[in-house]
């Protein structure tokens, strides 16, 4: 996935960007955000695609998933921005996130485990909940914030 700033940085004209969506070499997952391939983004695509627009963070079941909880399943696409994004945005909820609040995965802005439990956690079962608790530690491929434990 990749953002139009990224493509104009590597010598990509806008126009070459629309031609490559026109003959399916790329698909438009969300504004100024683009993936390989013809087929349209799954939901977890929208997500990663609506938080590299903004520069928020992927939250709540579609962040479980990229963490690797169990029993999560994205039903939708969810991003959270800051207070001050646009009101226009789809499926994003506006909250400003501390720095502990985020976690890095492959370059991507998700919600920590702790607050990507406590996002969905209204809208779980309880037998649906325990096992993604019991599975909210960070995966590999994940980091922390250079700040994360700092007073």
């Known amino acids: 996935m990749f ?14 960007l629309r031609w490559g ?12 955000v683009y993936a390989d391939g013809p087929e349209p983004p799954t ?21 479980g998933t990229m963490l690797r909880l169990d029993s999560m399943q994205v039903l939708r696409p969810e991003f ?3 207070h001050s994004a646009s ?8 909250r400003d996130l501390a720095d502990e609040e985020i976690t890095l995965i492959d370059g991507v802005r998700v919600t920590s485990g702790l607050r990507t439990m406590l996002d969905p956690a209204a809208a779980l079962h309880a037998p649906v ?9 960070l995966p590999p491929d994940a980091t922390q914030p250079a700040n994360a434990g700092a007073p």
């Open 43 to 63: 939901l977890l695509e929208r997500s990663i695609g609506g938080a590299l627009a903004t520069g928020g963070a992927v939250r709540g079941t579609a962040a």
């Open 3 to 16: 953002t139009a700033e990224m493509a104009y940085a590597d010598g990509l004209t806008p126009a070459a």
């Open 129 to 137: 909940s325990w096992p993604a608790l019991g599975s909210a530690t």
């Open 87 to 94: 009101n226009r945005r789809v499926c994003a909820r506006r």
């Open 21 to 32: 969506v026109r003959t399916g070499k790329w698909v438009r997952v969300h504004q100024s």
């Open 80 to 82: 959270t921005t800051g």
